[in-house]
């Protein structure tokens, strides 16, 4: 499974002003169809949960349509992935 951890200042370089929750969701996006990465719902469901904590709206919806297709203990971790990403940045 592919790990992608951005930081304040990657974000910075990697174009000036980045609105994190626009980032997240964009790992969201890639991890959902595998774009450049292999398919990994429960990295998508991660990044989707942190743009939507950091107010993407468009986030919780794709959160909620990829749950749907995720097994409860996958959503469990994808949450717990989530948290940890918090709590370390």
């Known amino acids: 499974m592919a790990r992608f951890e951005v930081h304040e200042t990657e974000l910075a370089a990697m174009g000036g002003q980045v609105v994190a929750a626009d980032f997240y969701f964009q790992l969201g ?46 959503v469990g971790e994808a949450l717990r992935q989530a948290r940890e990403y918090m709590r370390v940045h």
């Open 29 to 74: 996006i890639t991890y959902s169809i595998g774009r450049g990465v292999p398919t990994d719902r429960i990295a998508a469901h991660k990044w989707f949960n942190l743009a939507a904590a950091e107010g993407n709206s468009r986030a919780t919806i794709y959160r909620q349509e990829l749950a749907v297709e995720m097994s409860k203990a996958d």
